[in-house]
């Protein structure tokens, strides 16, 4: 059968290798600027003037304060903010890659709004209380996001083949009636709960360290699923017939993909409610520097999403709403409120969304 | 069966076949054998169930009736995995992602010979380098293939097929949406494959003279049904050409390869049944 290595010339090196390594340093390099920058700068809600910092420095009681309040507060947050942008970007690079669409996203498996109904149902109607363990919430958002998840695929696979355009459909069908459950949740609940509104936009403000411990157990578990689903989702993405032909089981292929992103999905919205966009825009900025393949494209996009959530959240600290009507002198009628991550994140994803679809053929 | 034999067969052989879409039945009874180290053209006239004969070859499809053995093995007992390394299928029309190169499509193709985290052993590389230097895209490895011209793009998905290295090559309308040009450098790929490496191909082809150009053996598909099934001297007849076809043609030698030639010259009076 095989003619031989000796007759083929060699292959030219791939440019797109060396490209995703550059990229994958920038990238790692400004996650660790973002990092540095949020803990060390800014005022957000603690209301540490960077000559407040210095200051605060200088003075050795308060240097222990301030190392406290930042580190404390502000590196859970970074923390958080890098574990959930990961997770998500990841699942969106193997769903847009899974359903052979760019506009697909963490939301379309009904992960994410699962996720945030079943906590804002808890909230409003279930027995939570202030004793609550701290990872009661997780639980409950992670079981609800992985239900609407098995949901969307049971759905689809009991009308036939899960084929993506079933599952995208289905998928936005279902976050539909989710997302009217959670309006109704909040509008029987008694008094409006700035808590439950933060949930379905997302925020990484309620970060702590036992949080992040736990977000992190969840990164944990979706790792190796989808680092084993990548090989399968680059394969799927050549559409079906091109996939069986080559060997995959395509039905068991396509599932075990579906579970890897709903893990990573539910491991971070269970944590910090619907923030969205990142999961569509991370692989986006980075394919066209590291190609399609997976194997470079997911760990580039994941630094990405990290970079991305944590500038969103570096951002809501540091652009409220509050501080530019301040700048305009305008304070007085401006609730000082810092708004969730997820606002920042779908100013800069919304844009992003019409360019893309402007792209599109 | 094949415990027996000393030496398996690279053939592809469908039986008693019958097929189709939940209710609409395709295939009726279809016998169709690709022949080892032949070239098997899969001819008939629109929504006669070429393609869909060859997505049961393929295993794409199952037959509600019939068997398909690939290399002696009945199909349907196979792993998906173990009949992609007996028969490779390049089916039509396939789109490719965009930002996807040359090199990354074609890597696709060792699937069912890589380990389960899909890492490249030295075996793949070189069939993937061989692969793409026989359809003669060494120079283009790095292009995205969504950038390709149609002839290079339909290049590239037969790298991925060839880059299974499977004995049996399964391809639906290799010629589609290319110009004269490209369709002959394809088929002229295709037998300079069958010739050099003792492939046994089976393709779905839409043009008559191309079957009879390149092809050893044809078989003649009309609305479900083998009508007509040998070399191409013997199947390609006048009466065939006005009956299934509803052309009103000569067949003449071709003056360079002795193979039939069909000349055209009027659309036949159409039956009420077609």
Same mark, same amino acid.
């Given at each position: 059968?095989?003619?031989g290595?000796?007759?083929?010339p060699?292959?030219?090196a791939d440019?797109?290798?060396?490209?995703t390594?550059?990229?994958?340093?920038?990238?790692?390099?400004?996650?660790?600027?973002?990092?540095l920058?949020s803990?060390?700068?800014?005022t957000?809600?603690?209301k540490i003037?960077?000559i407040?910092?210095i200051d605060t420095l200088?003075?050795?009681?308060g240097?222990?304060?301030?190392?406290e309040?930042?580190v404390?507060?502000?590196?859970?947050r970074?923390?958080?903010?890098?574990?959930?942008?990961i997770?998500l970007?990841v699942?969106?690079?193997?769903?847009?890659?899974?359903?052979?669409?760019?506009?697909?996203?963490?939301?379309?498996?009904g992960?994410?709004?699962?996720?945030v109904?079943a906590?804002?149902?808890?909230?409003?109607?279930g027995?939570?209380? =202030?004793?609550? =363990?701290v990872?009661?919430?997780?639980?409950?958002?992670?079981?609800?996001?992985?239900?609407?998840g098995?949901?969307?695929w049971?759905v689809t696979?009991l009308?036939?083949k899960?084929?993506?355009?079933?599952?995208?459909?289905?998928g936005?069908?279902?976050?539909?009636?989710?997302?009217?459950i959670v309006?109704l949740?909040i509008?029987?609940?008694?008094a409006?709960?700035?808590?439950i509104?933060q949930w @379905?936009v997302?925020?990484?403000g309620?970060?702590t360290?036992?949080?992040?411990?736990i977000?992190?157990?969840?990164?944990a578990i979706?790792?190796?699923?989808?680092?084993?689903?990548i090989p399968?989702?680059?394969?799927l993405?050549?559409?079906?017939d091109i996939?069986?032909?080559v060997?995959l089981?395509?039905? =068991?292929?396509?599932?075990?993909?579906?579970?890897? =992103?709903?893990?990573l999905?539910a491991?971070?919205?269970?944590?910090?409610?619907?923030?969205g966009?990142?999961?569509?825009?991370?692989?986006?900025l980075?394919?066209?520097? @590291?190609g399609?393949?997976?194997?470079?494209?997911?760990p580039?996009?994941?630094?990405?999403g990290?970079?991305?959530?944590?500038?969103?959240?570096?951002?809501?600290r540091?652009?409220?709403?509050n501080?530019?009507?301040t700048h305009?002198?305008?304070s007085?009628e401006?609730?000082?409120?810092?708004?969730?991550?997820g606002?920042?994140?779908?100013?800069v994803?919304?844009?992003f969304f019409i360019?893309?679809?402007?792209?599109?053929p | 069966?094949?415990?027996l $034999?000393e030496?398996v067969?690279?053939d592809?052989r469908?039986a008693?076949?019958?097929?189709?879409y939940?209710?609409r039945?395709?295939?009726?009874?279809?016998?169709c054998?690709?022949?080892?180290?032949k070239?098997?053209?899969?001819?008939?006239?629109?929504?006669?169930?070429?393609?869909?004969l060859l997505?049961?070859?393929?295993?794409l499809?199952a037959?509600d009736a019939? $068997?398909?053995?690939?290399?002696g093995?009945?199909? $349907?007992t196979?792993k998906?995995?173990?009949?992609a390394?007996r028969l490779?299928?390049?089916?039509?029309? !396939?789109?490719t992602? !965009?930002f996807?190169?040359v090199?990354?499509?074609?890597?696709?193709?060792?699937?069912a010979?890589?380990? !389960?985290?899909?890492m490249?052993k030295?075996?793949?590389?070189?069939?993937?380098?061989d692969?793409?230097?026989?359809?003669n895209? $060494?120079?283009?490895?790095?292009r995205?293939?969504?950038?390709?011209?149609?002839?290079e793009?339909q290049?590239?998905?037969?790298a991925?097929?060839?880059?299974?290295?499977?004995p049996?090559?399964?391809?639906?309308? !290799?010629?589609?949406?290319?110009d004269?040009?490209?369709?002959?450098e394809v088929?002229?790929?295709v037998?300079r494959?069958?010739?050099?490496?003792?492939?046994?191909?089976l393709?779905?082809?839409?043009?008559?003279n191309h079957?009879?150009?390149?092809?050893?053996?044809?078989?003649?598909?009309?609305?479900?049904?083998v009508?007509?099934?040998?070399d191409?001297?013997s199947?390609l007849?006048?009466?065939?050409?006005?009956?299934?076809?509803g052309?009103e043609?000569?067949i003449?030698?071709?003056?360079r390869?002795?193979?039939?030639l069909?000349?055209?010259?009027?659309a036949a009076q159409?039956q009420?049944?077609?």
């Amino acid at each position: 059968m095989s003619t031989g290595g000796e007759s083929s010339p060699p292959l030219p090196a791939d440019p797109r290798v060396r490209q995703t390594r550059l990229l994958v340093v920038v990238l790692a390099v400004s996650c660790v600027v973002m990092a540095l920058v949020s803990v060390w700068w800014g005022t957000g809600q603690l209301k540490i003037s960077p000559i407040k910092a210095i200051d605060t420095l200088l003075d050795p009681e308060g240097a222990s304060r301030l190392a406290e309040v930042s580190v404390d507060n502000r590196l859970s947050r970074v923390t958080m903010a890098f574990g959930v942008g990961i997770a998500l970007a990841v699942a969106g690079a193997l769903l847009q890659t899974l359903y052979r669409n760019p506009l697909a996203s963490p939301e379309i498996t009904g992960v994410t709004q699962g996720s945030v109904v079943a906590v804002v149902c808890y909230l409003v109607w279930g027995p939570a209380g =202030a004793g609550d =363990a701290v990872w009661v919430l997780p639980v409950v958002g992670s079981v609800g996001g992985l239900a609407a998840g098995l949901l969307t695929w049971a759905v689809t696979r009991l009308g036939g083949k899960l084929d993506p355009l079933r599952l995208i459909l289905t998928g936005v069908l279902l976050a539909g009636v989710l997302g009217s459950i959670v309006a109704l949740a909040i509008i029987s609940a008694e008094a409006l709960d700035q808590d439950i509104v933060q949930w @379905t936009v997302g925020s990484v403000g309620t970060a702590t360290w036992e949080r992040v411990g736990i977000l992190f157990v969840g990164v944990a578990i979706a790792t190796p699923i989808g680092v084993a689903a990548i090989p399968y989702a680059n394969s799927l993405g050549l559409g079906d017939d091109i996939s069986q032909g080559v060997g995959l089981n395509v039905n =068991a292929a396509r599932s075990l993909v579906l579970v890897a =992103a709903a893990v990573l999905t539910a491991s971070a919205v269970s944590l910090v409610g619907g923030i969205g966009f990142v999961g569509l825009i991370a692989p986006h900025l980075v394919r066209r520097y @590291t190609g399609a393949d997976l194997r470079r494209l997911v760990p580039a996009a994941a630094l990405a999403g990290a970079f991305l959530v944590s500038a969103a959240d570096f951002a809501s600290r540091n652009l409220r709403p509050n501080d530019i009507a301040t700048h305009f002198g305008v304070s007085e009628e401006v609730n000082p409120i810092t708004l969730p991550t997820g606002v920042y994140m779908a100013v800069v994803g919304a844009p992003f969304f019409i360019h893309l679809l402007r792209r599109l053929p | 069966m094949n415990a027996l $034999t000393e030496t398996v067969v690279s053939d592809l052989r469908a039986a008693a076949i019958d097929a189709g879409y939940d209710k609409r039945k395709v295939l009726h009874g279809v016998d169709c054998t690709a022949f080892e180290g032949k070239v098997t053209a899969l001819v008939g006239p629109n929504g006669s169930g070429k393609s869909t004969l060859l997505k049961v070859c393929a295993g794409l499809l199952a037959g509600d009736a019939g $068997t398909v053995t690939v290399c002696g093995n009945d199909i $349907t007992t196979m792993k998906t995995r173990e009949v992609a390394t007996r028969l490779a299928l390049l089916p039509q029309g !396939p789109a490719t992602p !965009p930002f996807m190169t040359v090199r990354d499509l074609v890597e696709q193709g060792r699937f069912a010979r890589v380990g !389960p985290m899909g890492m490249l052993k030295r075996q793949d590389h070189d069939a993937v380098r061989d692969a793409i230097h026989l359809v003669n895209l $060494t120079e283009f490895v790095n292009r995205d293939v969504d950038a390709l011209s149609g002839g290079e793009r339909q290049r590239a998905w037969l790298a991925l097929a060839l880059a299974q290295e499977t004995p049996v090559l399964a391809l639906d309308e !290799p010629t589609t949406f290319l110009d004269i040009g490209h369709q002959w450098e394809v088929l002229e790929l295709v037998r300079r494959l069958n010739d050099q490496r003792g492939l046994t191909v089976l393709m779905v082809l839409h043009d008559l003279n191309h079957a009879a150009s390149f092809s050893d053996h044809m078989v003649v598909l009309q609305q479900g049904r083998v009508v007509a099934d040998g070399d191409p001297w013997s199947v390609l007849t006048v009466d065939l050409l006005r009956d299934v076809f509803g052309v009103e043609a000569s067949i003449v030698p071709d003056p360079r390869t002795e193979r039939p030639l069909i000349v055209p010259h009027a659309a036949a009076q159409r039956q009420v049944a077609d």
